[in-house]
């Protein structure tokens, strides 16, 4: 069983929402940062959002305004709330947990906006 598993992708309209949630099996110590990515096809990884142990936040120039990254320590969960969506976000998300020495990934989730 994978430490990190994504859940929520799917297929939307343009304009839609969904919520990703990365869960974890386990406590994940000293976490320096937790962050979603994407990938398209023919397209090169990116980063979507990302926060920091201290709840600091980077949110890419592309979904600025419309994702929102947050957590909930308690349950060792990440999510990622995307609204407003466009066709450009179709991708393969990943959610990734980063220690000073480790970086763990989940599987991804697939999501298409299209009409």
Do not use: H
């Not at 994504?6 to 000293?30: D, H, Y």
């Not at 990302?50 to 349950?75: M, Q």
């Amino acid at each position: 069983q994978a430490l990190l598993a994504e859940s929520g992708g799917g297929s939307v309209q343009p304009g839609g929402s969904l919520r990703l949630t990365c869960a974890a099996s386990r406590t994940i110590f000293g976490l320096r940062g937790t962050g979603w990515y994407r990938q398209a096809p023919g397209k090169q990884r990116e980063l979507v959002a990302l926060i920091t142990s201290s709840g600091n936040t980077n949110i890419a120039d592309s979904v600025k305004g419309r994702f929102t990254i947050s957590r909930d320590n308690a349950k060792n969960t990440l999510y990622l709330q995307m609204n407003s969506l466009k066709p450009e976000d179709t991708a393969v998300y990943f959610c990734n947990f980063a220690t000073v020495g480790n970086s763990y990934w989940g599987q991804g989730t697939q999501v298409t906006v299209s009409s």
